[in-house]
Nanobody
């Protein structure tokens, strides 16, 4: 079984920064990539970023490109999401998720099999 523990959410003013962490435990050897998604109330869950463990492949949503940075610490089995220049539109519950295959549809939530409980990020104006 794969388990994910998220942390780092909170309240921040527009223009500020926040760093999210996602610790992965369990059968991590079968995990190919990690993804970050977010969901605001009444909105669909949307893709934010992804990274694979070995190849360094990184992808970002256009809405966060240049502001967010995804990284990983293989020794700690932890994935990070550094969020800079935050905007009120970034307010959402942020989720990390795992994928055990290299999927062309990495922007779709259905391509990921395990999910964390989410952490709230609120950006004030």
């Amino acid at each position: 079984q794969v388990q994910l523990a998220e942390s780092g959410g909170g309240l921040v003013q527009a223009g500020g920064s926040l760093r999210l962490s996602c610790a992965v435990s369990g059968r991590t050897f079968s995990t190919y990539a990690m993804g970050w998604f977010r969901q605001a109330p009444g909105k669909e869950r949307e893709f934010v970023a992804r990274i694979n463990w070995s190849g360094g492949t990184i992808d970002y949503a256009d809405s966060v490109k240049g502001r967010f940075t995804i990284s990983r610490d293989n020794a700690e089995n932890t994935v990070y999401l550094e969020m800079d220049s935050l905007k009120p539109d970034d307010t959402a519950v942020y989720y990390c998720a795992t994928s055990k295959i290299d999927s062309y549809f990495y922007r779709r939530p259905g391509s990921y099999n395990y999910w964390g409980q989410g952490t709230q990020v609120t950006v004030s104006s």
